[in-house]
């Protein structure tokens, strides 16, 4: 019924078609029947959802009161957009995934270059710091909220306690910035994995040939290392803005959005519109603001990322 | 501009000793060479001189300074490397002036010197190109323009030229003889192919599992070698082996039994008495067709290359191989007579030694710089 922003139909949008060089053909009858199948589910698939979205945007429907139906015109659209709730949400959507990019990103680089460091128990060290990774949200949130960042039982209550500062209670406190903790928590082994990978395919000459140039270790990471990984990074980004713009279930199990609208996304937004007000055509309008959203930035993320990936 | 020397070098890789304790002499403006089959370990012992490699035991001195601790950057040498190991998202002027960016010359200066050596190498059509937009040659120039830059005391090339097809492979190799006149530099170069020592070393330095086999300017080591390795090593094709029985032995020579008849070569031959076993080695190019020599031989194999011909003979259990002029008009199968001067040949004890030579060759100790043009005209 709600579409998610999962914009992954328009993957392909900006690369250019290869024209094949083999020689085979391309087209004609027998592809289309052998390709038919799956090109029909995927459409399917997309379609049918996106139009319903659609449908129920332009439609007056409240899940509680029948009576409320017929054809609604903009009006779920203007109510929505004229709702500064909307705004906050947007502007927690992008504060979430701008930190969280920030810091898997940087992080991941930093800790990439250290796995890939020789020390005793490389292996068993790299495999629980890619774990977070295999934990389901709605486990890791919750294992924050309750053992982590809870100001009762929590470790960093116990912690601040132990030095003599003033609790903190997370959620209350800094609502926005606990989830963005517990998500950059969960997405920077990500991005150490493809990173990490990465750096693995350094040439260990193009380092030697630096060391005999005279580059110590942080040159030999700025002028070396991190030029090779640009290609990386730019796809740990496309991937990881895709996941990030829906970000539901860390907001669900730890703040619910609260307090008030602090830690309230588009995603948690529209939620709120389609099942706690039971307003499914403003959810729905909602919902198809957040596909332009997410396209809009797919479409300039991806030129970017096929710019950096064609040298 | 520099020396080096290596007293007693040792690399040992957790228990298996890879460098056993070599000595090494490069005096100054020299150009040596490295050659040995592959995982002899003369790469090792330029990544130990070069200090990308630590050294076990043993005393590099540059100069006469001792570098053994010092870091690779600061041992005054430059290497270039068998992949070039160029920046790949950096031009070829940055890729040049890397060292100089990261010693903090100022850009004017950085960029004068990067000229510099672009005009020596040809590149300054294409300092604004990126590595990717090179050929294999032009990448090859890139790593060596990188090394002229940082003005370096001595040169290291570990295997420069394996990755370029033959006919550029020839072109570099004269490029950079000249080169090295040009500079008057120490250069120490690595290769597996013996057409690149023979031809641009001063001295050759001869490895095999970690050991040196021979020290020597290219003719010495082909006139001269010192056991069957050196002498199966240098030279292609690859000098040809033959058990002899000894009949008689005197400071004057040595007499050895042939399948046609006796033939005295003229090597020392003290401590050698008759009856002995010996290995007879005599280079295919020394090997003459004759009808009256004193072996034979089945043509097995016939290798055309216009100027000459190779012919792999069959004797027995013997196999030989003999480079004839390239018009014989012998076919497989053909039984042929061929006969040798028995001053080129050499006698190999059991343990692979040789008895030394009683004349030394004329041009055992010919200096490489005779066969140059800027030689021959300073003489003038």
């Known amino acids: 019924m709600i579409r998610p922003p999962f914009p992954t139909c328009f993957l392909q949008w900006g690369i250019p078609m290869r024209e094949r060089t083999s020689g085979r053909t391309v087209g004609g009858f027998r592809n289309v029947f052998l390709q038919g199948p799956a090109v029909t589910l995927l459409l399917l698939w997309m379609l049918v959802p996106l139009g319903m979205t659609l449908w129920f945007s332009f439609q007056r429907y409240n899940l509680i009161n029948p009576m409320i139906s017929g054809f609604a015109g903009w009006d779920n659209y203007t109510y929505l957009l004229t709702d500064p709730a909307l705004w906050t949400a947007m502007g927690n959507t992008l504060l979430l995934v701008g930190w969280v990019l920030a810091i898997s990103v940087i992080g991941g680089t930093l800790l990439a270059v250290l796995f890939q460091q020789e020390f005793f128990g490389r292996g068993i060290a790299r495999l629980l710091v890619i774990a977070p990774f295999f934990v389901m949200p709605t486990v890791g949130a919750l294992v924050w909220k309750n053992m982590l960042m809870h100001p009762v039982n929590g470790v960093f209550a116990w912690l601040s306690d132990l030095l003599g500062l003033p609790v903190i209670d997370w959620f209350s406190s800094m609502p926005l910035t606990s989830i963005i903790i517990i998500v950059a928590w969960q997405w920077m082994p990500f991005a150490l994995l493809i990173l990490l990978t990465a750096i693995q395919s350094l040439d260990d000459d193009q380092v030697e040939a630096a060391r005999m140039d005279g580059a110590g270790p942080l040159a030999i990471f700025w002028f070396i290392t991190l030029p090779h990984l640009k290609r990386a990074i730019s796809v740990v980004i496309m991937i990881e803005m895709i996941f990030l713009l829906t970000i539901f279930a860390e907001i669900f199990v730890t703040t619910s959005g609260g307090p008030g609208l602090a830690s309230t996304n588009l995603a948690y937004f529209i939620y709120i519109r389609a099942l706690l007000d039971f307003d499914v055509g403003g959810a729905s309008a909602g919902g198809v603001i957040a596909i332009i959203l997410a396209n809009i930035v797919a479409i300039f993320l991806i030129r970017t990322v096929a710019k950096n990936l064609e040298t | ?380």
């Not at chain 2, 196999?319 to 001053?343: K, Q, S, Y």
């Open chain 2, 1 to 380: 501009m520099a020396t080096l020397q290596l007293n007693n070098i040792v690399k040992d890789f957790g228990g298996t000793q890879v460098i056993k304790g070599v000595d090494l002499e490069v005096k100054d403006r020299e150009f040596v060479v490295f050659v040995g089959p592959s995982g002899c370990g003369k790469s090792t012992l330029m990544r130990m001189i070069a200090g990308l490699e630590s050294t076990t035991s043993g005393e590099i001195a540059i100069d006469g300074q001792r570098v053994n601790e010092v870091g690779p950057a600061d041992r005054g040498l430059a290497m270039v490397f068998q992949s070039y190991a160029l920046y790949p998202h950096m031009t070829v002027e940055d890729n040049m002036g890397f060292s100089l960016r990261l010693a903090k010359v100022p850009r004017a200066e950085r960029r004068e010197k990067v000229l510099a050596a672009a005009r020596i190498l040809q590149l300054e059509p294409l300092l604004d190109r990126k590595p990717r937009a090179l050929s294999g040659g032009q990448r090859q120039r890139v790593a060596i323009g990188r090394a002229i830059v940082r003005n370096p005391s001595i040169f290291l090339f570990d295997e420069p030229l394996s990755n370029l097809d033959a006919a550029l492979r020839v072109q570099m190799r004269i490029e950079l003889a000249r080169l090295h006149e040009e500079l008057d530099a120490t250069m120490i170069y690595v290769t597996h192919d013996q057409i690149e020592a023979m031809t641009m070393a001063d001295k050759i330095v001869v490895l095999q599992d970690g050991v040196v086999e021979q020290i020597g300017s290219p003719m010495e080591l082909y006139h001269h070698p010192r056991n069957r390795f050196v002498a199966g090593f240098i030279g292609s094709p690859k000098m040809n082996f033959l058990e002899v029985e000894v009949r008689g032995a005197d400071a004057e020579g040595v007499d050895v039994a042939l399948p046609g008849g006796d033939c005295r070569v003229p090597v020392a031959g003290d401590g050698v008495s008759a009856g002995d076993t010996l290995t007879l080695g005599i280079r295919p190019e020394h090997l003459v067709l004759d009808e009256a020599g004193p072996l034979t031989g089945r043509i097995q194999v016939i290798e055309r290359l216009g100027g000459v011909t190779s012919l792999y003979l069959e004797h027995g259990d013997s196999e030989w191989i003999l480079v004839a002029d390239g018009n014989v008009a012998h076919r497989v199968h053909d039984e042929v007579r061929f006969t040798f001067d028995p001053a080129c040949a050499h006698l190999f004890t059991a343990d692979g030694l040789a008895l030394a030579h009683l004349t030394r060759h004329p041009l055992a100790d010919i200096d490489r710089k005779e066969n140059r043009a800027s030689s021959a005209s300073d003489g003038r």
